[in-house]
């Protein structure tokens, strides 16, 4: 009987060893294989490959915390320079639009390993107090990268800002300039909800959109409504082309990254000259946030804070008619000239 016992218990112990074991070699394989996924890879093409060299992840994550380290102050400068990290101006800048989802276009390009962002928007070329600081501040606001990687900034107003082209020009004039649009009523509404918030936050009271959009006088749309101004893309697009080719701009469908992300992201991938990197499962849809959230690895991952995807106030029907009307003609053009054609009304 206490034999039969000790068999049992041993085949129970060797059978729960044996599970022990095979998920420890999977979480090996899993982390061995993300590493595989994410190898960071040279740039090639227009941005010049520095070096060939592959960089594993594990040692940009030690480097991320060597970052850390030193923003905390433990960190000397000199060890930031031992292991090459460099600030580096952008080699591509999302320059708007506001609305069009901006914030998720560089969180997601942020996903291939070869991409750095710049966190915060940093209005250097739209502004002129800090034009006025000079290229060197500019670069010493972005963050450290490899030599081979590429940094990525966004500041939605460049688009808009008449001085801002010739700046960017002057920094770098095969620069690669990513505009990321949404229907254009939709992104007024978005524009307006983001405003109206604001208002709301300081408990101020704020105009309905209709009484915004529409000329209260004449009752047509209200071309100087900044939120309208904004989505007439083309009379925008026109003053950078004045400066760069048409070649140089990468047109986003905003909405599509909403819905179905990873194609856009490979078309951004493209035109960066980049290796396809972001994959479906950097990408996975958050049914409470009704958006898609990011992937890094098993570990992290995230959703985009809840300033991202607002619920928009009810508009008047008949006033999305005219808005849509409105903006039609523009729109046209503006596929004529992108070459991309967006199912927009
Ligand atoms: P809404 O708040 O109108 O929904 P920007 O970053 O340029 O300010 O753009 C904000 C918009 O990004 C949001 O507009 C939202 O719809 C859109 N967006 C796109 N992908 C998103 C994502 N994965 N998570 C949250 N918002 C996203």
Not at 18 to 35: Q, T
């Amino acid at each position: 009987m206490l034999f039969k016992q000790q068999a049992w218990l041993r085949q129970k112990l060797l059978v729960l060893g044996s599970l022990a074991v095979g998920s420890l070699l999977y979480l090996v394989a899993r982390v061995g294989s993300l590493d595989r996924l994410q190898p960071i890879c040279p740039i090639e093409g227009r941005f010049g490959a520095r070096g060939q060299a592959e960089i594993p992840l594990r040692a940009l994550q030690f480097k991320r915390g060597l970052l850390h380290e030193f923003r905390k102050g433990n960190s000397s400068k000199e060890q930031v320079h031992l292991h090459d990290l460099v600030q580096q101006l952008p080699k591509a800048i999302i320059i708007g639009v506001r609305k069009g989802g901006t914030r998720a276009l560089l969180e997601m390009l942020n996903l291939h390993p070869a991409v750095v962002k710049a966190s915060q928007e940093i209005h250097f070329f739209d502004n002129d107090e800090n034009y006025a600081k000079g290229i060197e501040w500019y670069r010493k606001k972005m963050p450290f990268s490899y030599p081979q990687q590429i940094t990525i900034e966004k500041s939605p107003a460049y688009f808009i800002t008449e001085e801002v082209p010739e700046r960017i020009y002057k920094m770098n004039s095969s620069i690669k300039l990513l505009i990321i649009v949404r229907e254009p009523t939709t992104r007024a509404i978005s524009d307006y909800t983001q405003v109206l918030e604001g208002k709301e936050r300081k408990n101020k009271t704020y105009y309905k959109f209709e009484k915004l959009a529409i000329d209260p006088n004449t009752c047509e749309v209200n071309t100087k409504y900044k939120a309208v101004r904004t989505s007439i893309y083309t009379k925008h697009l026109e003053r950078w082309l004045k400066y760069f080719p048409i070649e140089q701009f990468h047109i986003v469908d905003g909405d599509r990254l909403i819905t179905e992300p990873l194609p856009e992201l490979q078309l951004v991938e493209k035109f960066l000259n980049l290796p396809p990197r972001i994959s479906q499962y950097n990408l996975y849809f958050n049914a409470t946030r009704g958006f898609y959230c990011l992937r890094f690895n098993i570990i992290f991952n995230k959703c985009l804070a809840g300033s991202k995807g607002r619920i928009h106030p009810e508009v008047d029907p008949s006033v999305i008619t005219k808005l849509r009307k409105f903006f039609h003609p523009f729109n046209q053009k503006f596929y004529q000239i992108t070459g991309r054609t967006l199912n927009w009304p």
